[in-house]
């Protein structure tokens, strides 16, 4: 047992000791609790070398024990966080495009309250440099992957249309300030816009009231001084910025009428902002649809899905081949039987 303990111990020292615990409040306190417990455990393993020669018999106490226990959870939960900290970005490609011309690409940045999904332990400024870090792996490389490179969409839902809108008019902001940039938001084609909340200041106390706790909202928003940077709705108003606002690409924003998470007035009103100061916007509504219907629901159910035929005929608006192949493509499957989805309706927090 020692000698578990004492690699385990020698290998949290190592690693914890090539991380700057300062860069991150969770790792700052694992690395104040690894650090803890390997002192106690050195002392202890001092103390029970010598009361073993004399008493080898005696058993362990509950406080080595403990110790034993922390030492060899550390190594796990340290491992676990690194993974975490790890950028993931998937690529899905056609089955068959050797030999065929580029074809045109959709960046798409996942929701989930800013919590689930892709970005824990992350603020918002960890989820926007995260995104922009995306965004730029795809403009670099995806040619390599049969992508066209002049057809690069971004699109978000929930949560991820707010963060791809943030990581858009920011980049917008450095291009237009003549900042060295590692891709162009002048060079997106469009904007994809799914259920999202553009303006926080606006939206805090309904999320409050939806179960994203304020407290918890605001941490991860950097407090509430923060939920205007934070808010692109409000930050495209700003005159200082005129330059940026007319690098933006055209946005569309795509919203269920019937979505209580997120109300389809978010939409609205961004929507109207933009056209106010020159970018080009448009709106599409789905009459009765929620929050989740256009996400998971809808394509549950099989057969037409209106949101990827909207999204079909944008992107391929000036195709005509892929426009005229797209009626003859195999119908798309029912995953689960209606009763199913009414019933996660009826206990979804979303």
Not at 253 to 279: Q, W
Request: contains cysteine.
């Amino acid at each position: 047992m020692a000698s578990t303990e004492i690699a385990v111990d020698t290998i949290l020292i190592k690693e914890y000791g090539n991380e700057d615990a300062n860069q991150h409040p969770f790792l700052h306190h694992l690395t104040a609790q690894a650090a803890t417990a390997a002192a106690n455990f050195k002392r202890q393993k001092r103390h029970r070398v010598s009361r073993e020669c004399v008493l080898p018999s005696r058993r362990r106490s509950l406080g080595h024990i403990v110790s034993h226990a922390v030492a060899l959870t550390f190594l796990p939960l340290r491992l676990g966080f690194k993974f975490l900290l790890c950028l993931w970005l998937d690529i899905y490609l056609p089955k068959t495009r050797h030999g065929q011309k580029p074809k045109p690409v959709v960046v798409f940045v996942t929701g989930g309250a800013w919590i689930l999904g892709n970005f824990p332990q992350g603020t918002m400024s960890d989820m926007i440099k995260d995104v922009s870090e995306g965004i730029s792996f795809v403009f670099n490389n995806i040619e390599e992957y049969g992508g066209d490179i002049n057809r690069i969409y971004l699109m978000g839902q929930s949560a991820g249309a707010h963060i791809a809108a943030c990581a858009v008019v920011k980049q917008a902001i450095k291009e237009a300030g003549g900042e060295k940039v590692s891709w162009c938001v002048s060079r997106i084609k469009a904007y994809f816009g799914l259920s999202g909340g553009y303006n926080l200041i606006n939206l805090k106390d309904h999320f409050h009231s939806r179960g994203l706790h304020r407290s918890i909202f605001l941490s991860i928003m950097e407090g509430e001084q923060s939920l205007q940077r934070f808010s692109p709705e409000v930050v495209v108003q700003d005159p200082k910025i005129k330059d940026a606002v007319s690098l933006l690409p055209h946005f569309i924003l795509f919203h269920g009428t019937a979505d209580y998470s997120i109300p389809s007035d978010s939409c609205k009103t961004f929507a109207e902002v933009l056209e106010r100061i020159g970018v080009k916007v448009e709106t599409v509504l789905y009459k009765g649809k929620t929050h989740t219907d256009l996400f998971v629901q809808d394509p549950m159910r099989g057969g037409k899905d209106q949101l990827v035929e909207d999204l079909i005929s944008i992107i391929h608006e000036n195709d005509r081949d892929a426009l005229a192949r797209n009626p003859m493509a195999r119908q798309r499957r029912r995953l689960v039987p209606e009763l199913l989805l009414k019933l996660a309706c009826t206990v979804s927090p979303f």
